[in-house]
């Protein structure tokens, strides 16, 4: 597999995307816990090894390409400290991470490998969108303004 360094940087850039993806939903999950929340921090949990799970693909597909891993740190998705900030958050990460798969699918139009890769990563973060909506069950992925705030 061979691909242009465009597309080693969008390989990269989703990289850190769902590492950082992974830690606001493992920090939100005890977060939900804290809170009482359990079945909200069940799905923050579960939605972590989701994301880590994706982490994994890209990083084979970037040994497989003989590019590195890409250096610096991963962002710092905010992590909310109510259940309505957490389902803010975690819908803002999903949206954010539809946008970096458009991104990176228009950018390795012509290798069809590559666009495999990130058209089921696509397609995974639009279930996970609308997975947040219906968990929400407001559309907004907001979540009602109900329960305990904790402050960090
Ligand atoms: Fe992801
Ligand atoms: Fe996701």
């Known amino acids: 597999m061979r ?11 989703a990289l850190q995307h769902e590492f950082a993806a992974a830690r606001q939903f493992a920090l939100q999950a005890s977060m939900a816990r804290r809170l009482g929340d359990s079945a909200l ?3 923050c949990s579960e939605s972590a090894q989701e994301e880590l799970e994706h982490a994994q693909r890209l990083a084979a597909a970037l040994i497989d390409l003989g590019a590195g891993f890409g250096g610096g740190a991963a962002p ?3 992590v ?3 259940r309505q900030q957490i389902l803010a958050a975690a819908a803002a990460t999903e949206r954010h991470a539809v946008a970096v798969y458009e991104g990176a699918l228009r ?5 069809g490998e590559l666009r495999a890769l990130f058209g089921g990563l696509h397609a995974e973060e639009c279930e ?3 997975k947040l909506r219906r968990w929400a069950g407001d559309g907004s992925a907001a979540g009602a303004p109900h329960g305990r705030r904790i402050e960090p």
């Open 80 to 82: 909310g400290s109510s």
């Open 41 to 43: 921090a069940r799905f």
């Open 76 to 78: 710092a998705y905010p």
């Open 128 to 130: 996970h969108l609308d």
């Open 3 to 13: 691909a242009p360094p465009s597309v080693i940087a969008w390989l990269q850039r």
């Open 107 to 111: 950018a390795c139009a012509a290798d």
